[in-house]
């Protein structure tokens, strides 16, 4: 009888012993399998080193290297600083079963470098205020090979490239199915794990996609727009949900010091205008459905770009140790790999500057060229804005009704690149009718915009222009003379039904295709561009349908289209 007992329960705590094994297994490997926030490092470490990703990259990391004629400088450093408000999404012992614990829970040592260390010959820190380094601030692109060579950046995300295969000349209408066909076959990848705001912006996508049908608005016109009930719709959502995290982190004068004049002023007035926003800023991570990287494009060039390196090369490796710091400090860009990240760029480099480290972010760029990587569909088309003063960003509106516009067609402006010397050598003083100058004093120029028909938007050294605003601005209709640039927010607005697209292999026949328009064709058009300038204007304080607005929501509409339904 003992030995019968003995036996009963040398089973059963056998069995009980290997079901425990067998748990502890399947545990480990589901710990494994998530991995995170790290995919190259496994969760246990992460559970018991009590140290960040980001610190044993310093350590380890070594100087990148360029294959250009130029003088090396090792950069090793972060140049940031951390924000300390309530160590918000800090990487700890976290799990996506875990609850998330946001406040003065566990933290997590990261290096901190010196507050006198330079990056590429500028100051990084705000108490070191020597001007800015000297360099183009508008010039064709450093011919070099950008690529940072570290075997960690280079297996850090996983990065949707572009088409390989782009026809060399993509037309609008082209442009339009290319579009469509995103909307349908190109979806952003799984978060690793799920939140509360992607439900949100799935059940967005479900209402704007059942918008009801909109016959007459007060202020907004059908016939500009791809689909006037939709972008209403999609706008009145943006407006009751959309939720905003600002990183904190970033020094000035790259980050959160906003340039407000000049021809890159777009990207200064948006991170203004957002930053001072009670609206659609949260300090609340949990709640953002989209996440804003507040660094300026043409500040990286002043001050970190080094001149006439012909180099990105300190650019790439300033900006990816800030994207070091985000993930190693907070959840957030790990859990979607950046596409639920943004940046808004206006010098003609932030292509460049972004491509390789942020090409899973929504990237709302001036220089919005499809050769140069721009994704329809996920990228956002930003307007171009000149503003002189930062007290008066807008400009003086309107110009002489059609019928008083004697002048048929005028450009003036500076000759960078191939194509404006080309225009000029075909129409300069070549016809009465044709009104085309290199450099018009300020007054001259504006008053042959407030009183041509066209204004001719020609590229220079990249595609975009200011030009395209300001002859809206002006009442005049643009002709966009600038091969595979897409139009600003072109996921929302019929650009062909107020402007016209002329190939630049046709600017012999500029005249005759002008001239073909009928006068009736050009009187609706010249009405629309008055109809459809107010999303091009800024205001100290926002006003609905401005550019401000304009810009939110076409990077809240590209997010939202892109979840797969």
Not at 207 to 223: D, E, M, S, V, Y
Not at 267 to 285: A, C, I, Y
Request: proline residues 7%.
């Amino acid at each position: 009888m003992g030995n019968e007992y003995f036996n009963h329960r040398c089973k059963v705590e056998t069995k009980r012993i290997i079901w425990l094994i067998g748990l502890i297994f399947a545990s480990v490997l589901i710990i494994q399998h998530f991995e995170l926030p790290y995919r190259d490092q496994s969760m246990l470490s992460l559970l018991f080193s009590g140290k960040s990703h980001f610190d044993n990259n310093n350590r380890n990391n070594s100087s990148p290297s360029t294959s250009v004629t130029k003088s090396e400088s090792a950069i090793d450093e972060s140049p940031y600083e951390l924000s300390n408000e309530n160590d918000v999404g800090l990487v700890s012992s976290i799990s996506p079963s875990s609850s998330l614990n946001f406040g003065e829970n566990g933290s997590i040592s990261i290096s901190i470098p010196p507050e006198n260390s330079r990056i590429g010959g500028g100051p990084t820190s705000p108490d070191i205020s020597p001007g800015p380094a000297i360099s183009p601030s508008r010039s064709a692109s450093p011919i070099i090979n950008n690529e940072i060579n570290d075997e960690e950046s280079k297996k850090s995300d996983v990065i949707e490239s572009p088409p390989k295969e782009i026809p060399l000349v993509l037309s609008v209408s082209e442009m339009k199915d290319t579009l469509i066909r995103s909307r349908v076959s190109s979806f952003s990848k799984s978060p690793h794990w799920p939140s509360k705001a992607d439900q949100e912006l799935l059940e967005a996508r479900i209402r704007i996609a059942n918008a009801p049908i909109i016959g007459n608005h007060p202020i907004l016109h059908a016939p500009i727009y791809r689909n006037l009930s939709s972008f209403i719709r999609s706008y009145e959502i943006m407006e009751e949900k959309l939720k905003i995290y600002i990183y904190k982190d970033g020094k000035k004068p790259v980050f959160h010091k906003p340039r407000l004049k000049g021809i890159y002023a777009s990207e200064g007035w948006f991170m203004k205008l957002l930053e001072e926003s009670k609206q659609f800023v949260t300090n609340d991570p949990l709640q953002a459905h989209l996440f804003y990287l507040p660094f300026s494009s043409q500040l990286l060039v002043d001050y970190v770009y080094v001149p006439d390196s012909h180099s990105f090369h300190e650019i790439n490796v300033y900006l990816k140790n800030y994207l070091d710091t985000i993930k190693g400090r907070y959840l957030f860009w790990n859990r979607t790999d950046g596409t639920d990240h943004f940046l808004v760029a206006c010098h003609d480099w932030a292509p460049i500057e972004t491509r390789q480290l942020m090409a899973n972010c929504i990237r709302a760029l001036c220089n919005s060229d499809i050769k140069e990587g721009f994704r329809l569909g996920n990228d956002v088309s930003l307007p171009e804005t000149k503003v002189p003063s930062p007290q008066k960003p807008l400009a003086k509106i309107g110009g002489a009704p059609p019928s008083d516009r004697k002048i048929l067609a005028f450009f003036a402006g500076k000759m960078h690149g191939y194509l404006r010397p080309i225009l000029l050598k075909h129409w300069e003083n070549k016809d009465p009718d044709m009104k085309i100058f290199g450099r018009l004093k300020k007054d001259s120029y504006a008053w042959h915009m407030k009183n041509s028909k066209y204004c001719i938007c020609a590229k220079g050294y990249e595609v975009n222009s200011p030009r395209v605003v300001e002859a809206l601005v002006n009442g005049c209709a643009p002709v966009i003379l600038s091969d595979n640039f897409v139009p600003p927010f072109f996921e929302i607005l019929d650009w062909e039904s107020f402007a016209v697209f002329v190939l630049e292999k046709d600017i012999p026949n500029l005249k005759n295709i002008l001239v073909s328009i009928p006068e009736s064709r050009y009187v609706e058009m010249q009405r629309r561009v008055t109809q459809v300038r107010q999303h091009f204007l800024w205001h100290s304080t926002p006003l609905k349908y401005d550019l401000f607005h304009m810009v939110l929501h076409s990077i809240w509409y590209n997010r939202v289209m892109r979840l797969s339904p």
